[in-house]
């Protein structure tokens, strides 16, 4: 069974959505297997620009079925709102779209939660999008508290939700003690209203009703069927939460480890793993980034790759590409092969850099720390090479684009231990050169 997974290999926001939106055509099944609506995916086709958070790419292409898997964690008004929006502007979705019944909720409860904990007490806040997707895992991990989509058709819906809500009104009456008076806390100008919650969720739950399956077991039927399936990776795989850079990570498993826990597809059907990479570096929230250019070079990558996040419009931290941290997201994921995007932002810089190594404590490191400590001691050590003027947007072929920037890709390839296989160029579809 061909398998295939897009995985991002950096902190990220490497435009894998247009990777997902390109291969989609070759597959059959396109599946979300982890994250929450922190992610944001943003496809351009035909000169439209659709950005996603849940559904995934694959939603464009009419033959192909869109699974959001047990591993992810569902804000069900953000759902329903990006369906909507999408429904509006022509884009069909009816069976298309199935939503894994084992997908654990996102409650009010838990975007108060999000706010608690990352300003309580943190000198460095971890950066959470505040979407509630940290200390949903929370509950998914602690069990007793975990609602699911499955759980909302349940006959005893009602109570479930009146014991949990009860459950953080005394959790969250104690946490206030520790806050300054000054602060005011989103959701929670007076106790959680257990009635209002369910109504609003049964709402939820019947426009729901249609999209909601056990997707596991239909991923199990697909690989015997021999079915072609993308898995396509949320966030990056140095946020991964047991293998990144801990705790400035995400709340699950972002690097390819996470493909077979999330979907429940076993990972012996992977038969290809694509590592998406931009040409140079970028980071949201808080922790250490040892490329970030805090200059002029920071911020024309910034301006020209429109570095602002798809979902939160946060500005990203930018800056050189990082080979140590890829080729260790590489191998953590067990990439075959690399796509290298958003090339065309450093057109027209004269002197690209490289990260090759850090030098941490007077020694030359070239493998990523384990520690965070470690990380924030690294000075990165850099490989200068020639860069190009050309505007290269227009380009289709690898043999047309400049030597310089041929050179570019070939150092990271060697650098990384894995060959390129595709170079974007712009956003568009269009816009992608096949090496």
Not at 96 to 120: C, E
Not at 368 to 387: D, H, M, W
Request: charged share 25%; glycine share 10%.
């Amino acid at each position: 069974m061909p398998g295939t997974a897009i995985i991002g290999l950096q902190w990220g926001d490497e435009a894998k959505g247009k990777i997902v939106d390109l291969l989609t055509e070759q597959n059959e099944i396109v599946v979300r297997y982890q994250g929450g609506s922190n992610a944001g995916h943003t496809v351009v086709a035909n000169g439209a620009k659709f950005k996603l958070s849940l559904i995934p790419s694959g939603i464009f292409r009419p033959h192909v079925q869109c699974v959001i898997a047990g591993g992810v964690v569902l804000d069900p008004a953000a759902l329903l709102k990006e369906i909507d929006s999408l429904v509006a502007r022509g884009i069909n979705i009816g069976s298309n779209l199935m939503i894994s019944d084992r997908t654990h909720v996102i409650f009010p409860w838990h975007h108060i939660a999000d706010w608690m904990f990352n300003n309580i007490g943190n000198d460095e806040p971890i950066g959470t999008t505040m979407r509630g997707i940290g200390p949903c895992y929370e509950d998914k991990v602690g069990r007793s508290l975990a609602i699911r989509v499955g759980d909302l058709f349940r006959p005893d819906f009602k109570e479930l939700v009146e014991h949990v809500a009860g459950v953080k009104n005394r959790l969250f009456l104690g946490l206030t003690d520790h806050c300054d008076n000054t602060m005011r806390i989103p959701g929670l100008d007076a106790e959680l209203d257990a009635e209002a919650i369910y109504r609003q969720y049964l709402g939820y739950a019947e426009r729901l009703r249609s999209y909601v399956a056990d997707t596991t077991n239909y991923l199990l039927d697909a690989v015997d069927a021999d079915k072609r399936i993308l898995f396509e990776g949320a966030q990056g795989s140095l946020l991964d939460i047991d293998h990144g850079t801990f705790p400035y990570v995400t709340s699950s498993n972002s690097s390819g480890v996470g493909i077979s826990g999330g979907s429940g597809v076993p990972s012996h059907f992977l038969k290809k793993i694509i590592g998406i990479v931009k040409a140079y570096t970028t980071r949201v929230g808080g922790g250490p980034c040892p490329t970030e250019q805090n200059n002029d070079i920071g911020q024309r990558i910034r301006e020209r790759g429109n570095e602002f996040g798809t979902v939160t419009k946060r500005p990203r931290r930018c800056g050189w590409f990082d080979a140590v941290a890829v080729r260790y997201s590489a191998r953590l994921s067990g990439v075959d092969v690399l796509s290298v995007m958003l090339l065309d932002v450093l057109s027209g810089i004269d002197c690209l850099q490289i990260c090759t190594a850090y030098e941490i404590n007077g020694q030359r490191i070239e493998h990523f720390p384990s520690q965070i400590e470690y990380l924030r001691k690294a000075v990165p050590i850099y490989e200068t090479l020639s860069g190009w003027q050309e505007e290269i947007t227009g380009i289709t072929k690898y043999d047309d684009l400049p030597d310089n920037a041929k050179r570019y890709i070939k150092r990271i390839a060697e650098l990384i231990g894995k060959p390129v296989e595709i170079v974007s160029v712009g956003s568009d579809r269009q816009q992608t050169v096949f090496v």
